[in-house]
């Protein structure tokens, strides 16, 4: 089955301190994939996305992230949080229009 | 230029009530979504329309769900006789022509859609 998962429903860290969001995937063939990020009472916006190329993404505002085809993960990174990336986000399976749960990153000062 | 608007941005209805949200996709997007959004759970994909082929409507929860977009720009999502579990945000995106998922998607703010 085609889908994605995204293990922990909120992450805690320190502003400064390094940051990852998980996220696993499952498809036929190759993925497109994509993180996007919710503020309160908005709609979701792009970060990053992998089609094909390099391993390591960058994006937006300092994010960036690893695609790994043999632990078929796509893991969001940034190496120093700040209390600003608070937010909700979601990894997404392009070819079928999948989202994860989401995962709540919260950055205390 | 304006992103992809939605609306209203709340709806409070009654159950058994008809109910249409609205979408305007950013102009010269041939692909348009709409996924639910609910308390506590992700992002449902529901049904998405691209250029003039036949919508994918693979996502529609019930019969009681449809989606029209006329003139290959703004979309109607209606659901019927609505009932409690429908309450969820309802959000709408647009792309450029779909290339099987490859594309960015821009969302709407969503629509807030309670049902007593």
């Known amino acids: 089955a085609q889908s994605v998962a995204q293990p922990e429903d909120q992450v805690n860290v320190a502003e400064g301190n390094p940051l990852t969001v998980k996220c696993t995937y499952s498809v036929s063939g190759n993925p497109y994939l994509f993180w996007y990020v919710q503020y309160p009472n908005r709609g979701l916006q792009f970060l990053l996305k992998?089609?094909?190329?390099?391993?390591l993404v960058k994006g937006s505002y300092g994010f960036e992230a690893e695609f790994n085809k043999s632990q078929t993960s796509f893991h969001l990174k940034k190496p120093s949080a700040l209390v600003s990336d608070s937010a909700l986000y979601f990894c997404g399976l392009g070819n079928k229009l999948i989202f994860g749960s989401g995962t709540r990153l919260l950055v205390r000062p | 230029g304006a992103g992809v608007s939605q609306s209203p941005s709340n709806k409070v209805t009654e159950k058994g009530k008809d109910v249409e949200l609205r979408c305007d996709p950013i102009?010269?997007?041939?692909?348009l979504y709409w996924y639910r959004q609910s308390l506590g759970q992700g992002l449902e994909f529901l049904i998405y329309?691209?250029?003039?082929?036949?919508?994918?409507k693979s996502g529609l929860p019930s019969d009681r769900f449809s989606a029209e977009r006329t003139g290959g720009s703004v979309s109607t999502l209606t659901i019927q006789r609505t009932q409690q579990e429908d309450s969820a945000v309802y959000l709408c995106?647009?792309?450029?022509?779909?290339?099987?998922?490859?594309?960015?998607?821009?969302f709407g703010a969503g629509t807030r859609l309670s049902v007593l």
């Open positions: 995106a647009s792309s450029l022509e779909s290339q099987a998922g490859k594309n960015i998607q821009y």
């Open positions: 992998y089609i094909t190329g390099d391993n």
């Open positions: 329309f691209q250029g003039n082929s036949a919508p994918d």
């Open positions: 102009s010269g997007h041939t692909a």
